[in-house]
């Protein structure tokens, strides 16, 4: 359903391009919840890796309040379901999910979120 | 109306539906680091969280499901909240106790009643005005129930 709004052209301004691209590695940031959240607990702190640039919409903290706010590029991440849950039995099986750009960091390496791209707010 | 011993009983249950954590002091003056997180962890956030094998059943929509279905996209579509507004309201806002007791669409028309009821479009007398009266007419329907009638 959503994954349609790409195709159509948004009257909410495009106000920035898009952070990450196809095939970038990311980490779901732990963020404060109060209130709402899309962001599901059990991928926080995975590193998944970007499967699409869907489209840009408002971010769900603010249309949860009826608020016509914040316009944020949205992603498909695509995660291992290993990296998921450690005790899944097979390899190649993932698992897709859909987040909008705060909520992602990006990973240069294994070894911890990159930092120089934060502050852009 | 309850009479007065069920009224006790009623009271009995709502006193059992305390939360399993739960100690004797209520409102504690400080809550640790870890048990707050939880307190405000929305209730709908439940992938990933252990639970027992539950009874899958196929069951197709009940009329008053699907009435209320379309009264909340209704709702949707007059403008007066959005879909993700619908999620906040019906998956969290209700608290877990809610969330975890009352069917499915149970919490999409809680959800609804409270959004008109916070946006004033209604106000909580005159929507309980009318649960009282739909409540007693439906009683008196029970004793002459026609099969066809589908209220």
Not at chain 1, 19 to 45: A, C, E, I, N, W
Not at chain 1, 93 to 99: A, C, G, I
Not at chain 2, 47 to 76: A, F, I, M, R
Request: charged fraction near 30%; proline fraction near 6%.
């Amino acid at each position: 359903m959503k994954q349609n709004k790409s195709l159509e052209t948004p009257q909410m301004a495009i106000d920035k391009s898009a952070r990450f691209k196809v095939g970038d590695r990311v980490r779901v940031k732990d963020m404060p919840y109060l209130f709402y959240t899309r962001s599901q607990m059990y991928t926080r702190g995975v590193v998944g890796t970007i499967a699409a640039c869907t489209y840009q919409d408002l971010i769900p903290e603010e249309e949860a309040f009826n608020l016509d706010g914040q316009v944020e590029q949205y992603y498909i991440v695509r995660f291992r379901q290993k990296d998921l849950w450690p005790e899944y039995p097979f390899d190649n099986d993932t698992l897709q999910t859909e987040s909008p750009e705060r909520w992602l960091e990006l990973v240069s390496d294994e070894s911890g979120p990159e930092q120089e791209r934060k502050g852009s707010e | 109306m309850s009479s007065r011993s069920e009224l006790q009983q009623q009271q009995e249950i709502i006193g059992s539906l305390q939360p399993a954590i739960h100690s004797p002091q209520n409102w504690n003056y400080e809550v640790a680091g870890p048990l707050y997180r939880a307190y405000m962890h929305p209730p709908h956030d439940v992938g990933g969280q252990y639970d027992v094998p539950v009874h899958y059943e196929e069951k197709e929509e009940e009329e008053w499901e699907l009435n209320t279905y379309v009264t909340c996209e209704v709702l949707g579509w007059k403008g007066v909240w959005t879909a993700e507004e619908r999620r906040r309201r019906a998956d969290n806002d209700l608290g877990h106790t809610l969330y975890f007791g009352i069917p499915y669409y149970g919490r999409w028309i809680w959800s609804a009643a409270k959004m008109l009821v916070d946006k004033k479009h209604i106000s909580l007398a005159e929507l309980l005005a009318k649960i009282a009266e739909v409540k007693s007419r439906y009683e008196t329907k029970q004793i002459t129930r026609n099969p066809s009638d589908g209220h």
